[in-house]
């Protein structure tokens, strides 16, 4: 069991622990900026576990390893693996730490990185376990923001589209919040997560980009705050079917396309959209 030295979950992290992880993230980012690769994580090996597809995810696992001085054990075709053949995932991590000092996890199902820590002797690290959480996600973003506009304390953060499947938007609410930042979550009714109510995020159902842009003039905004817009520009989503919500009079379908990103750029001018699909 190594569920102490894994990262499953935003909630284990309070905010002198994120303020840690920043300092160390920046000092090896400095590092690899001056001199292009170190040494640090020399002779170990980190097994890149995806049940789902992944591009950017697994690339950034895969490349920050062999940055440090690392190698990495990819597997990324699950399908044609023992997994087709019955193994379990208790089995499969059973098996990759025999190799590796370290798992990535990328799964379908809510629960699977958590699972996987209990039964593995090495750390487990969650790229995303269903419609859960996406932890190193949203640190990467809150380490980009921080970067990019100092002390999150007192920023107002609108998280804009489909957030009823989106795992990256739970880890976010939660690690902004950590850090001090007023969260508010704009989506259609239907595409609002259920519970949220009780997140520590304002909320806002999103009817109309004109409704959205109304709402948005009214608060006390300033230049230094930012818009995350997550873009879904398929009607499906690999992590639940999309509620069908374009045929209902007045409800937007939840979709923001590059026209709509570029008014809101145009509307809301000092604004500052992060952009993800």
Same mark, same amino acid.
């Given at each position: &069991?190594?569920? *102490? ?22 000092? &090896?980012? #400095? +590092? ?23 591009? /950017? ?5 895969? %490349?920050?390893?062999? @940055?440090?001085?690392? @190698?990495?054990? #990819? ?12 193994? #379990? ?10 190799? %590796? ?16 820590? /209990?039964? =593995?002797?090495?750390? !487990? ?20 923001? @921080? ?11 609108? !998280?804009?589209?489909?957030? =009823? ?8 609410? !939660?690690?902004? =919040? ?8 704009? %989506? ?7 519970? !949220? ?7 806002? +159902? ?32 690999? *992590? ?17 396309? %590059? ?19």
């Amino acid at each position: &069991m190594c569920i *102490r030295d894994s990262v499953l979950s935003v909630k284990q992290f309070n905010r002198p622990k994120l303020e840690h992880i920043f300092e160390v993230a920046h000092s &090896m980012r #400095s +590092m690899v900026e001056r001199f292009g690769t170190a040494d640090m994580l020399h002779g170990h090996v980190l097994a890149n576990l995806f049940y789902e597809p992944s591009t /950017r995810t697994s690339s950034s696992f895969a %490349a920050a390893m062999v @940055r440090l001085g690392g @190698r990495v054990l #990819s597997i990324n075709e699950v399908v044609y693996s023992s997994v087709s053949k019955g193994e #379990s995932l208790p089995d499969t991590v059973r098996t990759l730490e025999c190799y %590796a000092d370290a798992i990535v996890l990328r799964h379908p199902e809510v629960g699977a990185a958590a699972t996987a820590a /209990r039964y =593995a002797h090495v750390p !487990i690290i969650n790229a995303g376990d269903g419609t859960h959480e996406h932890p190193t996600q949203a640190l990467l973003d809150a380490y980009t923001l @921080r970067h990019r506009l100092g002390d999150l304390t007192g920023r107002h953060v609108v !998280i804009v589209g489909d957030l =009823a499947h989106s795992r990256v938007f739970r880890s976010n609410v !939660i690690t902004l =919040a950590t850090l001090g930042a007023q969260v508010t979550v704009v %989506a259609p009714p239907t595409l609002m997560p259920s519970g !949220i109510g009780a997140w520590a995020a304002r909320l806002c +159902m999103l009817f109309s980009l004109a409704y959205v842009l109304a709402q948005l003039a009214e608060w006390p905004l300033t230049g230094g705050n930012l818009i995350e817009a997550f873009l879904r520009r398929k009607a499906g989503t690999s *992590r639940g079917d999309m509620p069908p919500t374009s045929g209902r009079p007045g409800v937007s379908s939840g979709v923001l396309s %590059a026209q709509t990103v570029r008014h809101l750029r145009g509307v809301l001018g000092g604004y500052r959209p992060f952009l993800w699909k």
